[in-house]
């Protein structure tokens, strides 16, 4: 099965367990890392509706987009562990993950500074009369930085093929991160700019899945930019650096026995629970989990076994030329 | 050698622009200020009306746009105008354009181009006469021009235009009116630029405004008998510290000017690059003192490098003044 023909749970899938695995052998990476835990409905939405020639501007937490692109799993567990066989041969870790063959050129991890570079990249398609839209992807925490509020301004004043989308893992309260925005609701903010704005709940993917392919429609169809807020439910194992997973693997019997209160929020289990109220069979849904289980578990131990890029990586690709 | 032709250098510039322009029409511009607050309006907006997007005052989302826009296809140019301004849009170049082709190990490039008026314009006080190249020479992946002349000028437009990496033109309000002739290829920026050739009595390595200030300091000095070489680094990131040091080889003393604080500045690297030669040169380096810019004129001469300071600064390192009271330099105790 290519990547564009995946199931939805197959796309979460990847990201869930690699970033289990990835918690496992926390001791081995350098620094600190983020994961995509309870945010996987939100990748799999963007990528099932990303076309070729789009671009995706993602952030510091960006394993999960990556993995539901379809982005191979041994060169993301190299490049977060240092090695020569990842993207940048170990020059950019964690937070600076990309695949340019699937719409990522290249990952800032600046709090909400990648998202003047997406609406660049959509100036020049729109001159050029170039196809693709540019999506850019932030955290609830980017709407405090100016540069977000200067880009839903200048996106409407141009009409630029831009999707805004807002992550936000912060505690919901009537859809705003309360401790850190005086607006009613994080959707006020674009909105008055004019940027056209929805939210759903991004614990519920087939909720996420029509705000973002109504949204990516619209800008599709010429009507300029759009932002949709993707609200998930805040996961335990968050933490400033190094996340821990304090609900263990989690296994999809739990969408009928949940171990944890956050299991309800979870979106795998959540798409678990719909597709078995669709009639899936269990055994089918256990047998693309272990599939996907051990190709990750592939991908890691190709990783581990990766030597070390040569020092004279780090002078290379500074300038195009001395 | 091609032929040249003699020019000011704001008309060298718009020359330059207008020709990269025409060449290319993948150039965008983000702004149109790139003749500044105060120099000669080049006819910019009326010529090229339909190649210029004006931007809300953004600077960070303007010059971030520019970078993405510049991975995507399009040459973009932002006409920072003052300095000043682009501290608003500092991650823009310092966090993203810098770090794309890196990044990315090659698989894409940002190949915009940030033009800024530097330096001290005179009244602009201490918001707005800044030295915001000394600071990025300091981020790796940018390449930094500040051209002297009309011929550099002429070729930093160019270069900047035509080349691979994220690039700050970094241009001064005061060079408007300086002539010389501007060849029809243009020339590289690269390598130093030996604008004054004396007998080895001394040399004077600058760049900007301060190349000219140089330039008026050895023809006052020829009263003294001193023939002195006048040396341009138009390039100051990559900076060709060897090939400054290989041209200005045999010249007994060597004076770096800069209107950037020595602290961290061109000038302090070019002379760290002489000290480790071990070549025995005396040299000194002229820069701005550790002060704020003054908004009066007078007060503003007193801690930027003049024509008469650098002279002055000459005849001391040749031992034919002895040191000055300048207020300028820091007495012993003050260091």
Redesign the interface.
């Known amino acids: 099965m290519t990547a564009s023909t995946w199931p939805r749970l197959e796309r979460m899938l990847r990201g869930r367990r690699f970033d289990e695995r990835l918690i496992d052998v926390r001791e081995r990476v350098t620094g600190v890392f983020h994961v995509g835990i309870g945010q996987e409905a939100t990748a799999a939405a963007i990528a099932a509706v990303r076309e070729p020639d789009d671009v995706l501007m993602l952030n510091h937490r960006s394993h999960q987009h990556l993995a539901a692109n379809g982005t191979d799993l041994a060169p993301m567990f190299a490049e977060i562990l240092g090695r020569d066989l990842g993207p940048l041969r170990g020059r950019g870790g964690t937070l600076h993950l990309c695949d340019a063959d699937r719409g990522v050129p290249y990952t800032s991890s600046m709090v909400g500074g990648g998202v003047p570079v997406g609406l660049g990249v959509a100036l020049a398609k729109r001159r050029r009369g170039e196809p693709g839209i540019a999506i850019c992807c932030f955290g609830d925490g980017a709407l405090g930085e100016g540069v977000l509020h200067e880009c839903f301004n200048i996106a409407r004043l141009w009409d630029l093929p831009v999707l805004f989308v807002c992550e936000s893992n912060s505690a919901p309260a009537a859809g705003q991160a309360t401790a850190s925005q005086s607006a009613g609701a994080l959707t006020d903010l674009p909105q008055a700019h004019r940027v056209p704005a929805s939210r759903a709940d991004a614990t519920d993917p087939s909720a996420i899945d029509d705000a973002v392919r109504t949204a990516v429609a619209a800008i599709r169809g010429g009507g300029g930019p759009r932002f949709v807020l993707a609200q998930t439910a805040p996961w335990p194992g968050n933490a400033t650096f190094l996340p821990t997973n304090p609900l263990g693997r989690v296994e999809l019997s739990r969408a009928e026995r949940p171990d944890h209160e956050w299991d309800a929020h979870d979106p795998i289990l959540n798409e678990v629970r719909a597709l078995r109220r669709d009639g899936a069979d269990p055994e089918a849904l256990r047998a693309l989990d272990a599939r996907v289980a051990a190709e990750v578990e592939d991908a890691l131990r190709a990783a581990l076994d990766a030597p070390p890029a040569p020092a004279s990586v780090a002078f290379e690709n500074v300038r195009a030329s001395a | 050698m091609s032929a040249t032709t003699a020019m000011r250098y704001h008309a060298a510039r718009a020359r330059a622009l207008f020709r990269e322009l025409d060449a290319n029409p993948?150039i965008?511009l983000l702004g149109s200020a790139v003749s500044g607050p105060f120099n000669p309006d080049m006819g910019l907006d009326e010529r090229y009306a339909d190649r210029i997007?004006w931007?809300?005052i953004?600077e960070?989302?303007?010059?971030?746009?520019?970078?993405?826009?510049?991975?995507?296809?399009?040459r973009?140019l932002v006409p920072i105008s003052t300095s000043s301004f682009m501290f608003y849009g500092w991650?823009?170049i310092v966090?993203?354009a810098s770090?794309?082709?890196?990044?990315?190990?090659?698989?894409?490039?940002a190949?915009v181009v940030f033009h800024v008026h530097a330096g001290h314009r005179r009244g602009g006080g201490a918001q707005h006469e800044h030295t915001p190249h000394a600071m990025l020479q300091n981020v790796?992946?940018l390449?930094i021009l500040a051209p002297g002349t009309p011929a550099e000028v002429d070729a930093a437009f160019h270069e900047a235009l035509t080349?691979?990496?994220p690039t700050l033109i970094v241009d001064h309000l005061l060079l408007a009116d300086a002539e010389g002739p501007v060849p029809d290829a243009p020339m590289r920026l690269?390598e130093p630029n030996v604008v004054r050739s004396g007998r080895g009595d001394l040399a004077i390595v600058s760049y900007s405004l301060m190349l000219q200030h140089a330039l008026e300091a050895a023809t006052a000095l020829e009263a003294d008998g001193v023939s002195a070489t006048v040396v341009g680094v138009p390039c100051l990131s990559?900076m060709p510290v060897d090939a400054t040091l290989d041209a200005i080889a045999g010249h007994a003393s060597v004076l770096f000017v800069d209107e950037s604080r020595a602290a961290g500045s061109p000038a302090s690297h070019l002379a760290a690059g002489l000290l480790e030669r071990g070549t025995g040169v005396r040299a000194r380096l002229l820069c701005t003192a550790d002060a704020h810019p003054p908004f009066a004129p007078h007060l503003l001469d007193a801690i930027v490098p003049t024509v008469e300071r650098i002279a002055g600064a000459a005849r001391e390192l040749l031992g034919l003044a002895s040191a000055t009271t300048d207020l300028h330099r820091p007495s012993p105790t003050s260091r």
Do not use: H, K
């Open positions: 993948d965008l997007l931007p809300p953004a960070f989302a303007a010059m971030g746009i520019a970078t993405g826009a510049s991975m995507a296809g399009l973009t991650p823009a966090q993203e770090n794309v082709r890196y990044l990315s190990a090659g698989r894409a490039s190949p790796p992946g390449r080349g691979g990496d690269g990559p």
